[in-house]
């Protein structure tokens, strides 16, 4: 079945650094959506990319789709205590509303 | 504007016992979905409504879990009996196009 790779699986960062987190897949993909989970909640959608080669901000958060389609990433700037948490990409299939979502990347960061 | 709305938060049970789960999503929202999210894992989608159709379940172990969504709005799914590996958070998100938006979830636990 469809993988999305996310990479990396864990990051312990210094207050203030920027990071960097991607995801990969074999699979083509319409649109990307990242997305923060707190503990005990429900994922909040961070930031929605919808071509290829897109590169969209959020505040500090700057996310982009791949070229080839089959990958995006997505950068903190100037970490904060709050950033704390797990990230998650979804890729939306070709042709369907189904999203594939990637295994996360827990974010922790040391004030 | 309200979010999804999710109840039970949290839900324990002994093996073999059944339990439902409700959602609401945001209001005209067409599509929604229910998802799995097991302990360190992305969510894993189970079942996807355009209004009250099914789009997809071809992951929903249908022998156990069901789900509907009557008059094209609310929706409950319901695992019968339950099984151990069930143990998981059960997130709801409703989408008016690409993007989609997550409830709290319900975190259930079988014994």
């Known amino acids: 079945g469809q993988q999305l790779n996310q990479s990396p699986q864990s990051m312990f960062i210094q207050e203030g650094e920027d990071v960097s987190m991607n995801c990969t897949s074999s699979?083509?993909?319409?649109?990307w959506l990242w997305y923060k989970q707190d503990p005990g909640e429900g994922p909040v959608l961070l930031i929605a990319?919808?071509?290829?080669?897109e590169l969209t901000s959020n505040g500090r958060l700057t996310a982009q789709f791949g070229i080839t389609r089959k990958d995006s990433f997505l950068n903190i700037s100037a970490s904060i205590p709050s950033d704390v948490g797990i990230y998650f990409c979804a890729g939306q299939l070709v042709g369907t509303y189904k999203y594939i979502f990637g295994t996360g990347t827990r974010l922790k960061v040391l004030a | 504007e309200a979010g999804v709305a999710q109840s039970p938060r949290y839900k324990i049970i002994e093996k073999r016992q059944s339990v439902a789960f409700w959602c609401n999503p945001i209001s005209g929202h067409a599509t929604l979905y229910w998802y799995q999210q097991i302990l360190g894992q992305g969510p894993k989608l189970l079942i996807q409504f355009q209004n009250n159709g099914v789009v997809d379940d071809s992951q929903l172990p249908k022998d156990r879990f069901s789900a509907e969504r009557l008059k094209g709005v609310d929706s409950t799914l319901k695992i019968q009996p339950a099984k151990l590996e069930d143990s998981a958070v059960y997130l709801c998100?409703?989408?008016?196009?690409?993007?989609?938006?997550f409830g709290p979830g319900t975190r259930l636990t079988v014994l």
């Open positions: 699979s083509i993909f319409n649109t």
């Open positions: 998100a409703s989408s008016p196009s690409d993007e989609q938006f």
């Open positions: 990319l919808y071509k290829a080669g």
